[in-house]
Nanobody
Framework: QVQLVESGGGLVQTGGSLRLSCAPS????????MGWFRQAPGKEREFVGC????????YYADSVKGRFMISRDSAKNTVYLQMNSLKPEDTAVYYC???????????????????????WGQGTQVTVST
C-alpha cells in the first residue's frame, strides 16, 4: 500500500508564502498524476491543482490560479505545491493524492475529482492569519 506524506504546512500571515511537499514514504510507485486538494472546516474537500507526471503539465482551480504552482522532482519522487500571496480563505488541511491508474493521455491534466485518485496523504494544516 502506498503511503503519501505531506510536509511544509504551518501558520503564515496574509500575503505570505509556503511550500508543501509530498512523497511516498515507502519507495516509489507508478503514477500518471499527482494532485493537491484542501478541506476547510465544515466544507467538502476541494481540488486545488494537479500535475501530469509524464508531461509535467498542470491544471489549477480558478481560486488559486496565478498564486499557486505545482512542480515535481521525478528523481526524488516528490511533488511540490508553492503557495504565494496567501489569503485567509486558503486556510485548510491540504492533502496530496496520487493517481496510479493509466492517464487519459500523455498531456491530460483535468484530474479534478477525488475519485480520480487512488492514494492520499494524511494532510497538513495551512493557516493564514489576517
Amino acid at each position: 500500500q502506498v503511503q503519501l506524506v505531506e510536509s511544509g504546512g504551518g501558520l503564515v500571515q496574509t500575503g505570505g508564502s509556503l511550500r508543501l511537499s509530498c512523497a511516498p514514504s515507502n519507495g516509489t510507485f507508478s503514477r500518471s498524476a499527482m494532485g493537491w486538494f484542501r478541506q476547510a472546516p465544515g466544507k467538502e474537500r476541494e481540488f486545488v491543482g494537479c500535475i501530469n507526471w509524464s508531461s509535467g503539465g498542470t491544471y489549477y482551480a480558478d481560486s488559486v490560479k496565478g498564486r499557486f504552482m505545482i512542480s515535481r522532482d521525478s528523481a526524488k519522487n516528490t511533488v511540490y505545491l508553492q503557495m504565494n500571496s496567501l489569503k485567509p480563505e486558503d486556510t485548510a488541511v491540504y492533502y496530496c493524492a496520487g493517481r496510479a491508474r493509466l492517464g487519459t493521455s500523455y498531456y491530460y491534466t483535468r484530474y479534478v475529482g477525488v475519485a480520480d485518485y487512488d492514494y492520499w496523504g494524511q494532510g497538513t494544516q495551512v493557516t493564514v492569519s489576517t
